[in-house]
C-alpha cells in the first residue's frame, strides 16, 4: 500500500496570508489526524477527522481549521498566517474502528515557512 | 490529563553498545503507549505499541519496549546500536476516552558514535 502523502512538501508564504494543506491518506484509512511540529513547542495535535466529521479538536486558534472530504482525504486550512505558524505540519492516517489502539501512519509533513 | 516525559534531551551511545532511550507516562486508565523515529526533513515513523499483554514488545529495526506499570514507564531499548539508528526519538501516549489524539514526548535526539 501507498503510505500517507502530503502536499505540498515546501510552502513559503507571507504573514497575513492563508495557506491549504492536503494529505492522502492510506487506502482504506478513514481517520486523519493532523500535527503541528515546531522546535519550541514540539508535536501538538491540531485535529482529526473520521468520516468527514471532527472528532477531536487541540488547543489552536480558530484560525486553523481542516475538513475531510468523503474519500478521507483531508485539507487543513490556516488563515491569516502568524510567523509563529511557521512548522512543519504532519497529516497521520489510521483505520478509524479502534482509536484508542490503532497505530497512525505519518506523511512526510509539509513545511511552512512564513515570512 | 494524559502526558509523557523524555527525561533525556540527547542519548549518546558507540556502536555495538546497547541503548535505552527513556520514556515516562501518566494516564489515567489502561495506557496505549508509542514509539516512533524521526529521521532529518522526513515524517515520523512507527517502531511498535503497547496495548496489553506482554511487557515486553518488540518492534521494528531490532527495538524493543519494556512497559514497567509500577514505575509508569515505558524505556525503549535495543541490544547493539548502528550509527543508521541516530535520529529524533518520540515516546507517545494515546489520549483519553475514545480519541485519536498522540500526546507526544518532547523528544530525545540519539547519537550514535562509530
Known amino acids: 500500500k501507498a503510505g500517507v502523502t502530503q502536499t505540498p512538501r515546501y510552502l513559503i508564504k507571507t504573514r497575513g496570508q492563508q495557506v491549504t494543506l492536503s494529505c492522502s491518506p492510506i487506502s482504506g484509512h478513514r481517520s486523519v489526524s493532523w500535527y503541528q511540529q515546531t522546535p519550541g513547542q514540539g508535536l501538538q495535535f491540531l485535529f482529526e477527522?473520521?468520516?468527514?466529521?471532527?472528532?477531536n479538536k487541540g488547543n489552536f486558534p480558530g484560525r486553523f481549521s481542516g475538513r475531510q472530504f468523503s474519500n478521507s482525504r483531508s485539507e487543513m486550512n490556516v488563515s491569516t498566517l502568524e510567523l509563529g505558524d511557521s512548522a512543519l505540519y504532519l497529516c497521520a492516517s489510521s483505520p478509524g474502528g479502534r482509536q484508542r489502539q490503532e497505530t497512525q501512519y505519518f506523511g512526510p509533513g509539509t513545511r511552512l515557512l512564513v515570512l | 490529563a494524559q502526558s509523557v516525559a523524555q527525561p533525556e534531551d540527547q542519548v549518546k551511545v558507540a556502536e555495538g553498545n546497547p541503548l535505552t532511550v527513556k520514556c515516562t507516562y501518566s494516564?489515567?486508565?489502561?495506557?496505549?503507549l508509542f514509539w516512533y523515529v524521526q529521521y532529518p526533513n522526513r515524517g515520523l515513523q512507527f517502531l511498535l505499541k503497547?496495548?496489553?499483554?506482554?511487557?515486553l514488545v518488540k518492534g521494528s529495526y531490532g527495538f524493543e519496549a519494556e512497559f514497567n506499570k509500577s514505575q509508569t514507564s515505558f524505556h525503549l531499548k535495543k541490544p547493539s546500536a548502528l550509527v543508521s539508528d541516530s535520529a529524533l526519538y518520540f515516546c507517545?501516549?494515546?489520549?483519553?476516552?475514545?480519541?485519536?489524539?498522540?500526546?507526544f514526548g518532547q523528544g530525545t535526539t540519539l547519537q550514535v558514535k562509530p
Open positions: 494516564v489515567s486508565g489502561n495506557p496505549y
Open positions: 507517545a501516549v494515546r489520549g483519553s476516552s475514545n480519541t485519536g489524539k498522540l500526546i
Open positions: 477527522y473520521f468520516s468527514e466529521t471532527q472528532r
Open positions: 503497547y496495548i496489553t499483554g506482554d511487557n
